[in-house]
């Protein structure tokens, strides 16, 4: 290619930069339009979570290259997420400290465009999130390798919140330390679930490390940081925060590692097209209760995606079953099913339909 060739291509770029731009402007007041005429007619949720999901499937349909899909949907989330802060700033709890994968979770959900607050347990999550401090919250709730984040699900059991949307994230775990080197390692601190998704890693190349289980993988780097002896299993992320070196990439034991986050509020989104149901059942403490609890759907023909058992802490061996279901509250068919379960059940709780993740 000739330089004049290339100083062709170059303006053509400074062209459609001017262009891109022009455009961005014109959303973003678009974007303000909408924001007064909802104001107008006293509606004050701005954040529709079905409406951007249909934003994100249309543009990553429309994609042909040579951007990735995944690219795609990130700039899409980005431009979104920069619009609505000029109708109104989310307020977002998550998780912390701040490095987390919850962190990196809320700012894939969201964009960066939110502000963000990192609290210490997930039951300041849930809290921060009923008083109002914060508009939406992100918790982790299970992962592919090592199950379910038990302390998520008891919280629903008292928390009137909804679940409004999930984020899936491949997991990548690194080894930062201050060492240069993996030889003068002695700990390795991370999160217990953490710690168990590394341990063939761990076992073949840190076998006499002592391993410390911590409340976070964050807070596993700022005790790295502070000792030169240690280690910490954590993000990318962590090691920018903390200013660590990365002794070691990609040391989970499964590379297709996945955790899955739910987007927690108090507004119940609207049907998208491809949705999910979240459902908390008690079933009463007799032969046959899981048939009673599972006939329903499947003579309404609803896919179910997944059930989590948890003791209900109410009666001695009496338990409380978590179903995930294809389809929102709003279709027939999950109607009909959940008035034919209402009526087999001890209890049944509508936790949220949201839109159905796309990894």
């Not at 008891?154 to 080894?175: A, N, T, W, Y």
């Amino acid at each position: 290619m000739s330089e004049n060739e290339l100083d062709k291509l170059r303006r053509r770029i400074d062209t459609l930069d001017e262009q891109i731009q022009a455009l961005l402007s014109e959303r973003a007041a678009c974007a303000q339009a909408v924001a007064e005429h909802k104001r107008a007619r006293g509606d004050e949720v701005f954040y529709r979570p079905e409406r951007e999901a249909e934003v994100l499937r249309a543009a990553r349909a429309r994609n042909r290259g040579p951007l990735s899909d995944d690219e795609i949907v990130r700039l899409f989330r980005e431009i979104m997420s920069a619009c609505l802060a000029l109708e109104q700033p989310l307020r977002v709890a998550y998780l912390g400290p701040e490095g987390t994968y919850t962190q990196e979770a809320a700012q894939k959900h969201f964009g960066h465009s939110v502000g963000l607050r990192p609290l210490r347990a997930i039951d300041e999550v849930f809290r921060d999130v009923e008083a109002g401090s914060a508009d939406f919250g992100v918790v982790p709730v299970e992962n592919s390798t090592e199950g379910t984040v038990n302390h998520t699900l008891d919280m629903f059991m008292r928390s009137p919140l909804k679940i409004c949307g999930d984020v899936e994230m491949r997991i990548h775990h690194q080894l930062l330390s201050q060492a240069s080197d993996v030889g003068s390692i002695e700990r390795v601190c991370a999160h217990q679930q953490s710690l168990a998704q590394c341990r063939e890693w761990l076992d073949a190349n840190l076998p006499t490390a002592e391993r410390v289980a911590v409340s976070s993988n964050a807070e596993a780097a700022r005790l790295a940081r502070a000792d030169a002896r240690a280690s910490a299993i954590a993000s990318d992320a962590a090691a920018a925060v903390y200013g660590l070196n990365t002794l070691a990439t990609n040391i989970e034991d499964d590379p297709a590692n996945t955790t899955r986050f739910l987007v927690i509020g108090s507004q119940q989104p609207g049907p998208s097209g491809k949705d999910k149901t979240s459902l908390m059942v008690t079933v009463h403490n007799k032969a046959g209760a899981l048939y009673a609890l599972l006939g329903p759907i499947a003579r309404h023909g609803v896919s179910m995606t997944r059930i989590e058992s948890r003791p209900s802490r109410v009666s001695k061996w009496d338990y409380v079953f978590f179903v995930d279901v294809e389809g929102h509250v709003d279709d027939a068919r999950v109607a009909a099913m959940l008035d034919e379960l209402r009526g087999e059940a001890v209890s049944l709780k509508v936790l949220g339909s949201f839109p159905r993740c796309e990894l």
